[in-house]
C-alpha cells in the first residue's frame, strides 16, 4: 500500500493526533459519567429498596466490565501514541530517501540499446560481461526498498485507521453516557437512564469492541510479516558476487 497522491506526513500525524485527542477526551468523559450515574443510584436507590439496589448493582457491574475493557484499550492506545507518529515520519523518509533513489540506481544501469552499443574492444567485452550482474543487483535492491517501504506505510496507516475508528467510538460512547448521566436526577428517572445504559453497552460498545479487536488482528498480522522483511533482505540470490551473496564486483568496487 502505497501512500495516496498528495498525502503528506505532516496531514497523516495531524489525523492521527486528533485521534488520539478525541479518544483522551472521551476516556475522561466515560469515566465521569458513569461514577455520576452510580452514585445517583446510591444517593435515590434507599427510596426504591433493597430490590431496586440489587437489580441496579448488577446491571451497572455488567455495563462496568466492558466499559473498562473498552476504556483500557483506548487508554493503551493514547499512552503508546508517539512512537506511532515516528512511524508515519519513518514510512515517508524510507520512501522519498531510499524507495525512489533505489529505483532510480536501478534504472540508470545501461542497457542493450543505449550509446555504450558501440563501444568496441577487449574493455567493452569485459564491462559488458559485468551487466547483467550489475542490473541484478541493483533491481534487487530497488525490489527490496519497494517492499520495505509499502511494509512501513501499511502498518502505519493500519494504526491510524485503527486510532480513528477507537477515538469515534469513544466520542459517541462518552456522548451517550453524559445523556444517561444527565437523566439520572431522580429515583424515577434513574431506571430510564440505566436502560439507556443497556442499549448503549449492548449496541454500541459491544460493537467498537468487536470492530476494534478485528482491526488490532489484523494490524498483528501485518505486524507478522516482519519476517517476510527479513526474508526479502536476506535472500541475496541475485547477488552473485564473487564471492556469492555480496554485491558484484563491478558494483563493490569504485
Do not use: C
Not at 498480522?221 to 564471492?243: F, Q, T, W
Amino acid at each position: 500500500m502505497a501512500p495516496d497522491a498528495g498525502l503528506s506526513p505532516d496531514a497523516m500525524t495531524a489525523e492521527f493526533r486528533r485521534a488520539i485527542e478525541q479518544a483522551r477526551t472521551g476516556i475522561g468523559q466515560i469515566v465521569e459519567s458513569f461514577n455520576t450515574i452510580v452514585n445517583k443510584v446510591a444517593d435515590w436507590g434507599f427510596l426504591a429498596g433493597p430490590a431496586f439496589l440489587l437489580w441496579a448493582k448488577e446491571k451497572l457491574d455488567d455495563f462496568r466490565a466492558k466499559l473498562v475493557e473498552l476504556v483500557a484499550k483506548a487508554q493503551y492506545m493514547v499512552e503508546h501514541s508517539t512512537p506511532i507518529v515516528s512511524l508515519i515520519i519513518t514510512s515517508f523518509h524510507w520512501l522519498e530517501k531510499v524507495q525512489k533513489p533505489a529505483t532510480g540506481v536501478a534504472g540508470q544501469i545501461a542497457v542493450k540499446g543505449d550509446r555504450l552499443v558501440y563501444w568496441k574492444g577487449a574493455a567493452a567485452e569485459a564491462y559488458g560481461s559485468k551487466l547483467p550482474f550489475q542490473q541484478a543487483a541493483t533491481s534487487d535492491m530497488a525490489a527490496k526498498a519497494d517492499f520495505i517501504s509499502t511494509w512501513l506505510f501499511t502498518i502505519a496507516k493500519a494504526n491510524v485507521d485503527y486510532a480513528k475508528s477507537m477515538g469515534a467510538y469513544v466520542s459517541e460512547i462518552a456522548g451517550g453516557l453524559i445523556t444517561a448521566a444527565a437523566n439520572a436526577t431522580t429515583v424515577i428517572n434513574i431506571p430510564w437512564a440505566i436502560d439507556q445504559l443497556a442499549k448503549l453497552v449492548g449496541g454500541l460498545v459491544t460493537r467498537a469492541l468487536d470492530d476494534t479487536m478485528n482491526m488490532a488482528s489484523r494490524l498483528v498480522e501485518v505486524l507478522k510479516s516482519a519476517r517476510d522483511v527479513k526474508a526479502s533482505v536476506n535472500n541475496v540470490e541475485k547477488l552473485v558476487g564473487p564471492p556469492v551473496g555480496t554485491w558484484p564486483q563491478a558494483v563493490n568496487v569504485g
